[in-house]
């Protein structure tokens, strides 16, 4: 592969993964860890980055993201991409992502309700840059993420020269512990499960180049997640000293949005505006182009159902959802979501770390199991949905728990145990 494409595959994921979430959250973060915000950062770029990295390394080792799961029973298999790929797409990110672009890259210029016509028009235009998966590339690497990343050094480098405050004493939790509160608000990032179905598109890009060997498969993976590590620690560094540095326009803002909104207008007044709203138009648009594709690649690999039928059923759905009824959708996907992203961090951890023979015999649909009962747990404590006497409980009594990781332990000890299980009885189950 050339490296000119190497360069812009990794351009490429690094755009996928940079939504219009992953621009307002470090700001916040940021403002609420004050003096303190460089060492919150590198905990969350830990797992914020870290994660979703990893993740396309294992992802690049198989050489098919399909393949993560190959060894676990068929109905659990299908279950899990099934309800990845639609929390991801249709049901829950998708409509999410439209409905942000329009929030904050339209409707601050206009009073008329606009989000009919512009949900169809994102969509369509979603669907056109999504139908020509071969061209991704070109669309995505070549020319809309250098567009973005010079629209937000422009916003960086006016920060830099024009700081518009400084640092504000850090709230309890970031003066505690900053760098263990920046790991566990990288982890809610939820880019871990995102990765998971990017690898869809990720991988099928590569191979577009004529890569077909597996070890030149994992060799650029590498690469692309090294690529990908450099300019989203770049960003999300870049986003958190705007948040860092915002005292003066956007204390105690209410969230990330509102302190880059403030931020963009204070450097460039009515501009700025204009200048944040197409980051937040182009970075929601790569994301959905990228879900699109990533729903298109496994309904056509997994049940052979034409790449344009699925595309044109997901935005379609995506368009319908983004206008009615978006809350009633988060409040039931949201916990979906909390449920996979422990299941497929677990999954890649998994790869790493149980013994080949142990995947192979079938075992691996334990540490399935042992994730999603404690990630649900962990998913109703984030949602407030814990009666208060269980809480009390799960404090006193269960690991982690007050860092929404229950399950990272008992798959942990899962890991352990397999590693005595005999050879004997994984061969006998294997065969």
Sequence with gaps: MKKRDLAAIGFMTFALFLGAGNLIFPPLMAQQAGENWLIAMGGFLLTAVGLPALTII?????????????????????????????????????????????EMGIKPFTDSNLLLPFSVIFCAITLLLALKPGKLLDYIGKIMTPALIAMLSLLVIAALVNPLGTSLPATQDYLDAPA???????????????????????????RSKGVTCK???????????????????????????????????????????????????????????????????????????????????????????????????????????????????????LPAILILCPIAVALILSIIFMPK??????????????????????????????PSAMTTTFNQWLPLFNFHLSWLLPVGIVFGLVHFTPKRMTTATAN
């Excluded at 869809?200 to 590569?206: C, E, G, K, P």
């Excluded at 994301?287 to 997901?314: C, D, H, M, W």
């Excluded at 192979?360 to 949602?383: E, K, M, P, R, S």
């Design 58 to 102: 294992v992802l690049g080792r198989l050489s098919s993201a399909d393949k993560l799961t190959d060894a676990l029973p068929k109905w659990m298999d299908r279950t899990f991409w099934f309800l990845v790929l639609t929390t991801l797409g249709p049901a829950f990110v998708l409509p999410r992502a439209v409905t942000v672009a329009y």
């Design 357 to 386: 023979r142990i995947i192979d015999a079938g075992y691996q649909y334990l540490v399935v199991i042992v994730a999603a009962c404690f990630g649900t747990i962990d998913a109703f404590a984030v949602l407030d949905m814990l």
């Design 180 to 206: 263990v509160n920046g790991v566990i608000q990288g982890y809610m990032t939820l880019d871990a499960i995102a990765a998971v179905a990017f690898g869809w598109v990720i991988i099928t890009t590569i």
């Design 215 to 333: 070890a030149a498969l994992a060799h650029y993976t590498k690469w692309i997640a090294f690529i990908y590590i450099v300019l989203m620690s770049l960003c999300y560094l870049a986003m958190g000293y705007l948040g860092a540095t915002s005292s003066t326009i956007a204390a105690n803002a209410a969230n990330g949005g509102e302190i880059l909104t403030r931020y963009a207008a204070g450097e460039f007044g009515q501009l700025g505006q204009v200048l944040l709203a197409c980051i937040t138009l182009m970075a929601c648009l790569t994301t959905t182009v990228g879900l699109t594709n990533a729903n298109g690649e496994y309904y056509k690999n997994t049940y052979q159902i034409p790449f344009k039928r699925s595309a044109i059923v997901v935005t379609a759905l995506t368009a319908v959802i983004s206008n009615a009824g978006l809350e009633q959708i988060i409040t039931v996907s």
